[in-house]
């Protein structure tokens, strides 16, 4: 299987809810990070988490890390309707920027 | 944050036309930029490295025959796909390392359709 591969969710909820997706990856890493894509455009970077970080905060933004079960979840608090969008984690085995991206998830927060 | 511009945002062409993509960084230098071939709501999948001053590195299975990269400045990465068939259709995305080399900053993308 791929690295950084995400549970395939199509999370539809309601403004102020929060949103909880899940990454899993089969390699060791150096990091993880989380992006987003709106429809039809490049990816945006929301969060990075390093293998001996087990926890971040950014904003609205929770990711955490286990290494030991090779999975991350990226939380997504207070939903706002502008977060709909497809959400990558992505793995850097080596730590030069070649990434391995999941599958994604997509997320429509109904206003 | 750094700004990396891609063009075109849309292409219509003819089979066995060629067709080259531009990925540029805006206020930074990029000694390495990477594209990737994205498929409707499927992943990212990386084609190759672009190296500046240097052939690119391709991944398993991309044809670099077929998809020619130039890095031939810090600042610009170009990628042609030569002789396009409708198979090569996709939406293909470029992106770059940031000044601390820990995060990607992606241009908007390109989304290529063949005839």
């Known amino acids: 299987s791929q690295q950084g591969e995400e549970d395939p969710q199509a999370l539809s909820i309601q403004e102020g809810e929060n949103a909880t997706m899940n990454c899993s990856y089969k390699?060791?890493?150096?990091?993880l990070q989380w992006y987003r894509q709106n429809s039809g455009r490049g990816l945006v970077h929301l969060i990075l988490?390093?293998?001996?970080?087990r926890e971040k905060h950014s904003g609205r933004l929770r990711v955490t890390l286990d290494t030991s079960k090779k999975s991350s979840s990226l939380l997504i608090t207070a939903s706002r309707a502008a977060d709909t969008a497809s959400y990558f984690c992505?793995?850097?085995?080596?730590?030069?920027?070649?990434?391995?991206f999941g599958k994604g998830n997509q997320v429509v927060v109904i206003p | 944050g750094a700004v990396v511009s891609q063009h075109p945002s849309r292409v219509i062409c003819k089979s066995g036309t060629s067709v080259k993509i531009e990925c540029r960084s805006l206020?930074?230098?990029?000694?390495?930029m990477f594209w990737y071939r994205q498929f409707p709501k499927q992943s990212l999948m990386l084609m190759a490295t672009?190296?500046?001053?240097?052939?690119?590195?391709?991944e398993q299975g991309v044809e670099k025959d077929k998809f020619l990269i130039n890095h031939a400045s810090l600042t610009l990465s170009t990628l042609t796909v030569t002789s396009a068939h409708p198979e090569d259709s996709s939406f293909y995305i470029c992106?770059?390392?940031?000044?601390?080399?820990?995060?990607?900053?992606f241009g908007s993308g390109t989304q290529l359709s063949v005839l």
């Open positions: 992106s770059a390392p940031g000044a601390t080399n820990e995060k990607l900053f």
């Open positions: 390699t060791s890493i150096n990091n």
């Open positions: 988490i390093r293998s001996n970080e």
């Open positions: 992505a793995t850097d085995a080596g730590g030069n920027n070649r990434l391995a």
């Open positions: 206020d930074f230098q990029a000694t390495t």
């Open positions: 672009s190296n500046e001053g240097s052939k690119a590195t391709y």
